[in-house]
């Protein structure tokens, strides 16, 4: 089972009641459910009655041979949001809710078992291509769109958000589809991708799993051709390329006079102590030794392991006693 959405795909209905309904065969200038979602495929779909104003919107669940939708749960109806109960002919078509567009970026989940579906095709690169001129003359089309930039979801380890580049169509032939940390292909990235089958053939895809740990821009590109793709936007924790702050870098623990310490995993704010202090200006004062602030003469200088001053003191002023006896004898 998967998620899919398509393009003129209408069929008429004699189905009454508010319950599954059988679909009858494509309109004129439409195709079947069964062509444009697949069975067992789940879609958004519109009902509406001939000659009424009776709607519903909702997601729908096909079954295996794609003859019957249900009518899984109602997302808008002219009877209050519930299930209509229609009683008469009715058409039913793929659609596009109107929350799918005024929400921010809604995405529903897609799990293992029924991930989101892209339809990836091949075909020569046009202007709109955002790397015209460079690389292979081909692209990939996602979902008929020449190369977009896209986003993922799935910020819970949990339940990752599953997505499936479906490469079955021939065009595919000699184009594994496959994720990378930059555009030019130098890092592939392969956690939590999957692949099946030989592109051009049924039931051929490159799946990735996404979630909190997911770097924040991925590449999708050809690992035959250089820059087919384009890149997709992840909301995550992980930032794979140089982090550029343009005013304040904030950490959680803001208090005055840390600095940040690798500790072997990570950077973490960590106060300066032992013989020095630091001010949240980032002035570093060393601690006093014990020594008396002094110039000394003929000194005697203590010092420790660590090169640190701990005792002075001055000796006595001119030459020594044991010189001025030497001197005498001497004469």
């Known amino acids: 089972m998967a998620f899919k959405l398509n393009d003129r795909v209408k069929e008429s209905s004699s189905t009454t009641g508010t319950g599954t309904f059988t679909l009858g065969g494509a309109v004129t200038g439409f195709e079947t459910f069964v062509a444009g979602i697949g069975g067992s495929n789940t879609t958004y779909y519109c009902i509406f009655q001939t000659g009424t104003n009776n709607f519903e919107v909702g997601f729908g669940t ?20 519930a299930a209509v109960n229609f009683a008469g002919s009715t058409e039913v078509f793929c659609t596009v809710p109107g929350a799918k567009i005024g929400l921010p970026t809604p995405e529903e989940y897609g799990s293992s078992s029924a991930p989101r579906i892209i339809t990836v095709k091949v075909a020569s690169k046009s202007g709109n ?5 460079v690389g292979s003359g081909n692209a990939y089309y996602l979902d008929g769109l020449e190369a977009p930039a896209i986003t993922f979801s799935g910020a819970d380890a949990s339940y990752k958000y599953y997505y499936r580049f479906d490469q079955s169509n021939s065009t595919n032939n000699g184009h594994p589809l496959r994720f990378y940390l930059d555009a030019a ?8 991708v ?23 821009v991925v590449y999708y590109q050809c690992s035959s051709h250089a820059y087919m793709g384009n890149f997709a936007n992840v909301i995550s924790n992980y930032i794979n390329g ?10 959680p623990d803001n208090t ?22 630091i001010a949240s200006g980032g ?12 110039t ?15 005792s002075a003191s001055s000796g006595a002023a001119g030459v020594t006693a044991g010189f001025v006896t030497a001197m005498a004898i001497a004469l």
């Open 256 to 277: 005055s006079a840390k600095i940040l310490v690798a500790d072997g995993t990570s950077y973490q704010e960590s106060a300066v102590s032992g013989d020095a202090t």
């Open 129 to 133: 291509h955002p790397y015209q001129g």
């Open 62 to 81: 096909l079954n295996a041979n794609a003859t019957t939708l249900a009518r899984t749960y109602i997302i808008s109806s002219s009877n209050s949001d």
């Open 194 to 216: 999957t692949t099946s089958g030989t592109p051009g053939n049924s039931g051929a895809y490159t799946q990735i799993a996404v979630d909190i740990n997911t770097p924040n």
């Open 185 to 192: 292909k130098n890092t592939a990235y392969t956690t939590g």
């Open 296 to 310: 000394y003469t003929n000194s005697t200088v203590a010092v420790d392991a660590k090169g640190r001053i701990t």
């Open 242 to 251: 140089d982090l550029n702050v343009g005013s304040l870098l904030k950490m």
């Open 283 to 294: 002035a570093l004062t060393l601690a006093n030794s014990g020594v008396t602030a002094a």
